[in-house]
DNA sequence: CTAGGGTTAG
């Protein structure tokens, strides 16, 4: 039996290089792309977009940058979601100002900037609380053309909440309720967390509430955000806690997320057996404490204020 | 192949 010998092409290359890249796997992404230059099979502008991204993805920003540089010098088309990725790479590792001369350089080479390219910077900036900077930065876009869309708006918005600018934010809400865009669960989600950070509980419960209204339905993360604000923000647990279940019964299940948000809550709130009760609730379920968590729980032990029969539970949770 | 939301002690 003879087997024909079918030698994958670059396209097939791309998709395995992408998704080591996505799996976290950049060093074996790395290899495959080393095979097919071994193989004759010249990596295109593609292959090196997802070895860049594997990279950002990874924080090792250095080595995106130098598969950016080696695109460059061995004359491979450079394009648009090149930039992108690299001015993404570099903002979500605060360096916006690096960004910013890359944003600048793909205009010097006549790419023009897309929608992506102008969200990413927005969020760059607004996570950096250089909000002057992504005003102007939103402006510009309008004027060269670029439409905003609802992730533009989203991460406006979420800049506006974090930097406490809430009036800012409802204006922002209402102007994109007039343009008629897409009010998705996520635009909700962040302007809910804003009322709760801006202390106005009582907002973002009517928000939360009349979601089902607008034919949306509240995610893990939403429930989390509100759970937050009730326990931890506001003090009311119980609520929180009555949140936990009702998400259940609608068959939206907690994660780490959501079970260290309100354990967390109740021990602020010196709420120490109920603070156990979800502890225990949270293992059974295969989550566990993070850092900050374990942070507070080890304080509660070492101010004797844990029932020693609880130990055992406690070390599980860990 | 590229862009948006959740936990951070005292």
Do not use: W
């Not at 991204?53 to 995106?64: E, F, S």
């Amino acid at each position: 039996m003879v087997s024909k010998n079918i030698i994958p092409d670059v396209l097939t290359f791309n998709v395995l290089v992408d998704a080591l890249c996505k799996e976290g796997m950049v060093v074996e992404a790395k290899g495959v792309v080393e095979m097919m230059i071994q193989r004759d099979i010249e990596p295109n502008t593609v292959t090196y977009n997802s070895l860049m991204d594997g990279y950002c993805l990874k924080g090792q920003i250095g080595k995106a940058q130098k598969v950016f540089d080696l695109m460059l010098s061995k004359g491979s088309v450079v394009d648009v979601v090149s930039y992108n990725t690299l001015i993404n790479g570099y903002c979500k590792n605060k360096k916006i100002d690096e960004a910013m001369m890359l944003f600048l350089d793909m205009s010097r080479k006549g790419l023009v900037p897309d929608t992506i390219t102008y969200n990413t910077l927005l969020d760059g900036f607004c996570k950096a609380g250089r909000i002057q900077n992504a005003q102007k930065l939103f402006y510009e876009m309008q004027a060269c053309g670029q439409l905003p869309n609802v992730r533009t708006y989203a991460v406006l918005l979420d800049g506006m909440c974090k930097n406490r600018q809430l009036s800012t934010a409802m204006q922002l809400f209402r102007e994109m309720e007039a343009k008629k865009l897409d009010m998705d669960i996520v635009i909700h989600s962040t302007l809910i967390e804003g009322l709760c950070i801006a202390g106005k509980i009582e907002s973002a419960r009517d928000l939360f509430c009349g979601l089902s209204s607008k034919g949306l339905e509240p995610d893990v993360r939403t429930y989390t955000i509100m759970i937050s604000g009730l326990c931890i923000i506001t003090g009311l647990t119980s609520e929180a806690e009555n949140l936990l279940i009702q998400m259940e019964e609608k068959g939206c299940s907690p994660d780490n997320y959501t079970y260290n948000t309100i354990i967390r809550g109740f021990i602020n709130n010196n709420e120490t057996s109920r603070a156990m009760v979800l502890i225990q609730q949270m293992v059974e379920k295969g989550f566990s404490a993070d850092a900050s968590t374990t942070e507070l729980i080890v304080h509660l032990l070492s101010k004797d204020e844990v029932d020693p029969a609880l130990l055992p539970l406690i070390k599980q949770s860990f």
